[in-house]
């Protein structure tokens, strides 16, 4: 028997749990089809929500039982991921640093950069991706040098702690599947450091093995997610003692949705958001959960998800980042 046990392990827990599954029910009548349901983790709570809060309940857990004092993550200038790292950290004492890099949307003070610094968060700037782990590790050195306990967070919070959070949540699904009396065929969300989907398909494989998951990349090559994938479900099996027995069949990343790149706006992703909006008052963020809705759309528009089937969309925050796309969602008065 394996040691995993979700009740046992170190969390903080700072989400509102657990977010609300709810229908979509004039997006449903809308196209017709499947049943679309959305589990709403825009909702977690901290910062104005998403997924990267469920992650976190587990990697800032690990961080105070290995006694850090200073979190240090990164991201770009526009980070999700690093807004909610900052708050979260906040919330439980503990300093952080964010090493950001330069944006392909940009340097306007706004969306999560503009609540990064209401943080007072610790920004550290370079130029590009690439220079980022360098500088975190750096940074962690002259810490460490000073008598400080630095932890460092990778990018997206992806790694096989951070996906407990996710593993989390399907664990919740099946909970509220059961209380709403429906199964759910399909799990739709946006995939990009891999973490949250090594997380579903963890879960899935423990607590709900006939629901396909689906992810819809954003602009990452699919090759590099998979093997991000494999490598933290390994870890994860190697942590706990457990043998998952995934496939490759079991790991569904499409990149057909992503248009011209991570980030870029295209007509659909707009098209989308702006449905969602004027059908359920939902908002969908431009660079994640836009353009997996219009992954969503497609499949059961062109069938390839039954018309029989629920499926379920998973709303993974990034509601700030909206303000960035005004010169694409906004009209001149
Ligand atoms: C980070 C993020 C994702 C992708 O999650 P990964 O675990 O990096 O694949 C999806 N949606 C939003 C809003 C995010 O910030």
Redesign the pocket.
């Given at each position: 028997m394996s040691k995993f046990d979700l009740e046992t392990i170190p969390r903080i827990n700072h989400c509102l749990l657990p977010t609300p599954l709810v229908p979509m029910e004039r997006l449903t009548e809308h196209l017709g089809k499947a049943r679309i349901f959305v589990k709403r983790d825009d909702l977690t709570g901290v910062a104005f929500g998403?997924?990267?809060n469920r992650k976190l309940e587990f990697l800032l857990a690990d961080a105070l039982l290995k006694s850090s004092d200073v979190i240090i993550t990164e991201g770009a200038l526009t980070s999700?991921?690093c807004l909610q790292t900052a708050a979260c950290a906040a919330r439980s004492g503990l300093d952080c640093i964010l090493v950001l890099s330069d944006s392909s949307i940009g340097e306007k003070i706004t969306g999560n950069l503009l609540l990064d610094q209401i943080l007072d968060a610790n920004i550290h700037r370079v130029k590009s991706s690439e220079d980022r782990k360098s500088a975190m590790e750096a940074i962690a050195e002259d810490l460490l040098k000073e008598g400080k306990q630095p932890y460092i967070i990778p990018t997206?919070g992806?790694n096989e702690i951070g996906a407990i959070g996710y593993i989390l949540c399907i664990n919740e699904i099946g909970i509220q599947s059961t209380t709403l009396n429906v199964a759910f065929d399909y799990f739709v969300h946006?995939?990009?450091?891999?973490?949250?989907?090594a997380g579903t398909i963890i879960g899935k494989k423990l607590y709900y093995p006939d629901m396909e998951i689906i992810g819809i990349s954003v602009g990452d090559g699919k090759q590099g997610i998979i093997s991000e994938i494999k490598k933290i479900i390994s870890n994860f099996e190697k942590n706990w003692e457990l043998n998952l027995g995934t496939t490759n069949e079991d790991i569904i990343i499409l990149e057909d949705y992503f248009g011209e790149g991570y980030g870029v706006p295209s007509k659909e992703m707009i098209d989308a958001v702006k449905l969602v909006a004027k059908l359920e008052g939902i908002f969908l963020?431009p660079?994640?959960?836009g353009k997996a809705m219009v992954g969503l759309i497609d499949l059961i528009t062109r069938e390839e998800i039954p018309s029989d089937s629920n499926v379920l969309f998973l709303h993974?925050?990034?509601g700030p980042t909206i303000f960035s796309y005004d010169k694409e969602f906004g009209k001149k008065l």
């Open positions: 998403g997924n990267k999700n991921h997206g992806s946006p995939t990009g450091s891999a973490g949250t989907q963020d660079i994640y959960n993974s925050g990034g």
